[in-house]
């Protein structure tokens, strides 16, 4: 027997593992270049980016594959062969081009792959995706005709408005200045500590739900009051108070808890907004009360139309607002429900629950608890805009527009109510003609009629 007999098998084992050792030799180790290195695209759109890849153990046959961490976010596609060549073999350089497709708005990374017999492996070097909405005209038409609108309406607020009533809250504004610790105290530091609550590890959507609390009281704020038979005149005189004071308040949370909220968000005071709430708001009021004097018919009838202008539009701005932003449903989260939930409705309970305890009438603890839970969520989705990128900002922009969902479900229930506790009290009651739904567009219109009375 040969000395050395175990030798022939370890060369015979050598000779097998040979072709692992080519293989292992020529694992791809590949780098991917992308030409623009990050892009941006909009939702339901594509963009373009050339591709070249460089590097050891390219093989021809292989193919290259397109990955994305977030397939909700966007996706990519060959436009390009994705199969490796003899040339790109040899000279170990490759170019392609890939259509990246925008689904929804976040951010997400691509990344190549080339598949041997099956395996992955990873090419290292990514392209970070961002996706946006892109400013549609829609949204345009939307914000210019709902502020048309309600300026109208603000002409019809001044018609209606008792002007001694008004200096009557000026002169002792108990009911403005519960208001104000409603909307200017309260608001704020529950929408933080909320906010710390819903999303511990989210910082910019803490930053949405702070700026939707720091937010003045809105327009659609008097015509609920309106409806509900709250007391205009004050609801009126807050609204100014409140727009006023947010000049100076605002700027003083952004600037102290907006920080602890938010380190590195650009925050700018949106002063020639607020100016221009200011404007919109005094202005048509302002006309309203020269109608009243001046042409009083023309008042009393803008008064008549006051109840239904105002359904219908509260109506047309909920409905054109969920149809505009049918995108923002996708977004929604439990956490976004609570948040748009609670800052409106813990708001109107605050509201109402201190004018109580202050014992002021139930019109007007109406009008209060509406003044603090409704917020001027235009302002707030403005302060996003500016404080954050894109897409970060649409996609916190989700709290506001959820607050502005949640915001009119109590009182459409109150207004239910009212309705069929009113048919039920009229059934029981035939002869007697009942119209004190809405006490307070009576005592508007017997108001105007004294005025007219006196001008006469
Ligand atoms: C991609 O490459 C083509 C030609 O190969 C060129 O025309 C095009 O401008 C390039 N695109 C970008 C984004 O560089
Ligand atoms: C690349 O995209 C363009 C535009 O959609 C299309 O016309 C072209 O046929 C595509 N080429 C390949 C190879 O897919």
């Known amino acids: 027997m040969c000395p050395i007999w175990p030798l022939h098998l370890i060369v015979i084992y050598l000779l097998a593992l ?36 460089t590097g050891t153990g390219m093989q021809a046959g292989d193919i290259f594959t397109i990955e994305t961490e977030r397939d909700h976010v966007a996706i990519g596609e060959w436009n390009s062969t994705y199969s490796i060549s003899e040339d790109n073999s040899d000279n170990n350089i490759w170019h ?10 976040g951010r997400t990374n691509l990344s190549i792959n080339t598949i041997r017999d099956g395996a992955a492996h990873l090419v290292k ?40 009533t008004v200096k ?11 208001g104000m610790i409603g909307q200017f ?14 999303f511990p590890d989210k910082p910019e959507m803490r930053l ?14 008097n015509i609920w009051t309106f409806i509900l038979g709250g007391n205009l005149n004050l609801s009126l005189a807050m609204t100014s108070i409140s727009t006023f004071a947010a000049f100076g308040l605002m700027p003083m949370w952004l600037f102290s808890l907006g920080q602890v909220v938010f380190r590195n968000a650009n925050i700018v005071v949106p002063y020639q907004r607020i100016g221009t709430f200011v404007v919109g708001l005094i202005v048509p009021l302002a006309i309203g009360l020269g109608m009243q004097r ?43 429900i609570v948040a748009g939930i609670g800052i409106p409705w813990l708001g109107y309970a605050f509201g109402y629950a201190l004018a109580r305890i202050l014992k002021q009438p139930h019109p007007d603890a109406l009008a209060i608890s509406i003044e603090t839970g409704v ?12 404080a954050l990128d894109q897409p970060e900002a649409d996609l916190t922009t989700v709290v506001p527009v959820a607050v502005a969902i949640m915001t009119p479900i109590p009182m459409t229930a109150i207004y239910i109510y009212q309705k069929i506790r009113g048919c039920i009290d009229r059934r029981n009651e035939p002869k007697k003609i009942v119209e004190d739904l809405s006490p307070v567009s009576d005592r508007v219109e017997s108001n105007v009629v004294t005025t007219v009375d006196v001008e006469n």
């Open 294 to 336: 001046w042409t009083p018919r023309l008042a009393a009838f803008m008064v008549r139309i006051l109840k239904g202008f105002s359904t219908a539009l509260l109506l047309f701005i909920i409905g054109f607002a969920i149809a505009t932003n049918l995108y923002i449903f996708e977004l929604f989260t439990w956490q976004i």
């Open 168 to 178: 009557e809250v000026l002169k002792r504004p108990i009911g403005p200045g519960i």
């Open 208 to 221: 949405g739900m702070f700026f939707t609390g720091v937010s003045p009281g809105g327009g659609a704020s």
């Open 125 to 164: 070097g990514a392209l970070p995706v961002t996706v946006i909405r892109p400013a549609r005209v829609i949204d345009t038409i939307f914000t210019t005709s709902v502020a048309t609108l309600v300026s109208l309406i603000f002409i019809n607020f001044g018609c209606a408005m008792h002007w001694p």
């Open 375 to 386: 917020q001027n969520t235009g302002i707030s989705i403005f302060l996003l805009r500016y």
């Open 185 to 198: 105290l309260f608001m704020p530091l529950m929408s933080f500590g909320l906010g710390f609550l819903i």
């Open 18 to 53: 040979c072709p692992l050792w080519v293989i292992c030799q020529s694992v791809p180790n590949l780098i991917s270049n992308f030409v623009p290195n990050n892009i941006t695209v909009h939702m339901d759109d594509t963009e373009y980016v050339n591709l070249t890849i």
């Open 96 to 105: 392609g081009k890939v259509r990246v497709i925008g689904n929804f708005l």
